[in-house]
C-alpha cells in the first residue's frame, strides 16, 4: 500500500515539534515562578533575513536530488543512504522519495537525543530532496550508460554532484539535512574531519540498507569510500568549516519579551 507524501510530512512535522512543546512547557514554568509576564515574540529580522537564503537552499536540494537520482541511475550499486532507501522502499513497497522522508524523520528523532536540534533547512530537506528525486526519476533525465565504465563515470558524476549540493545548502546555516546534520553534530562532538565520519555513518547505514535488501555493488563501495573525500576536498576548496558553522535551529526565531511585573 502506498503512503501519500502529505501523510508523511504532517507525520514528520509532529515528530519534529516535539521537542519544542518542552521549551513552552519550560518557559510557562519560569513565567509562573518570577511571576512576570512574559511573551514569545517573533525575530522578523531574522526571518526576513533567512528567507532571501531560501532559493539558494532549494538549489541545493535539486543538487543533491539530482545526485542521488544519478548515483540510482548508474545502477551499479548506490551510496549508503540510496541503498538503505531502496531496501526500505522495497521492504515496505513504498517509492524511493517517501522512504528517504521517513528514513530522514527517524535520523532527526535520534539527532534529537544527541542534542542536534533541527532548523527550517532540516525540514524542508527532509521533505523536498525525496520529492525531487521521484520527480527527476519520472522526467528521465538522468545519465544511464551502458559500458561499466561510462557507469562508473556516471557514479562519480553523481556523487560530486550531490556532495556539492550538500555543500551549498549546508552553508546556508538554515539547518543541515536529517543526514548531514548528524554528520555536523558528530564533526563537532567527536573533533574529528568529515574523512572519517562520514564514512563511519555511512557503513553502519550500509550494512543496515543490505539487510533490508538494498543493492550493493561495487559503486556503493566506492561511493562509501570516496564520499568523505570528496565533500572534505569541497569544504577545503570553499574554505569552509562544519565546525565552525552555527545552523540555525527553529526556536532561534522566536525571542522572549518581558511586558512588565505583577503586583
Known amino acids: 500500500m502506498k503512503i501519500p507524501n502529505l501523510v508523511i510530512t504532517k507525520f514528520g512535522i509532529f515528530l519534529i515539534c516535539l521537542p519544542y512543546w518542552k521549551i513552552g512547557l519550560d518557559v510557562l514554568w519560569y513565567r509562573k515562578r518570577r511571576e512576570e509576564e512574559l511573551t514569545m515574540r517573533?525575530?522578523?529580522?531574522?526571518?526576513?533575513?533567512?528567507l532571501k537564503k531560501l532559493p539558494s537552499l532549494f538549489i541545493g536540494f535539486l543538487l543533491c536530488a539530482?545526485?542521488?537520482?544519478?548515483?540510482?541511475g548508474a545502477n551499479i550499486g548506490m551510496n549508503s543512504w540510496g541503498t538503505l532507501n531502496l531496501g526500505t522502499a522495497n521492504k515496505f513497497n513504498i517509492e524511493f522519495?517517501?522512504?528517504?522522508?521517513?528514513?530522514?524523520?527517524?535520523?532527526?528523532l535520534f539527532s534529537l537525543t544527541l542534542k542536534i536540534y533541527p532548523g527550517v533547512g532540516t525540514i524542508l530537506n527532509m521533505i523536498f530532496i525525496g520529492m525531487f528525486i521521484d520527480m527527476i526519476d519520472k522526467v528521465h533525465i538522468i545519465w544511464r550508460p551502458e559500458t561499466y565504465l561510462l557507469k562508473v563515470l556516471s557514479l562519480f558524476l553523481g556523487l560530486l554532484v550531490f556532495s556539492y549540493g550538500a555543500y551549498f545548502y549546508i552553508k546556508q546555516e538554515l539547518g543541515a539535512g536529517p543526514r548531514d546534520g548528524l554528520m555536523v553534530g558528530l564533526i563537532k562532538i567527536t573533533?574529528?574531519?568529515?574523512?572519517?565520519?562520514?564514512?563511519?555513518?555511512?557503513?553502519?547505514v550500509l550494512v543496515i540498507g543490505y539487510i533490508l535488501g538494498g543493492l550493493v555493488g561495487i559503486g556503493t563501495v566506492l561511493v562509501t569510500l570516496c564520499g568523505g573525500y570528496i565533500l572534505n576536498k569541497i569544504f577545503l576548496l570553499k574554505g569552509f568549516d562544519p565546525k565552525e558553522t552555527n545552523q540555525r535551529?527553529?526556536?532561534d526565531y522566536f525571542v522572549e519579551v518581558r511586558e512588565g511585573v505583577r503586583r
Open 191 to 204: 573533533g574529528l574531519s568529515a574523512t572519517y565520519i562520514k564514512p563511519g555513518i555511512e557503513i553502519t
Open 66 to 72: 539530482y545526485g542521488i537520482a544519478q548515483m540510482k
Open 42 to 50: 517573533i525575530n522578523r529580522e531574522m526571518v526576513i533575513e533567512d
Open 249 to 251: 535551529k527553529i526556536y
Open 97 to 108: 522519495g517517501q522512504a528517504s522522508q521517513i528514513i530522514g524523520i527517524l535520523i532527526l
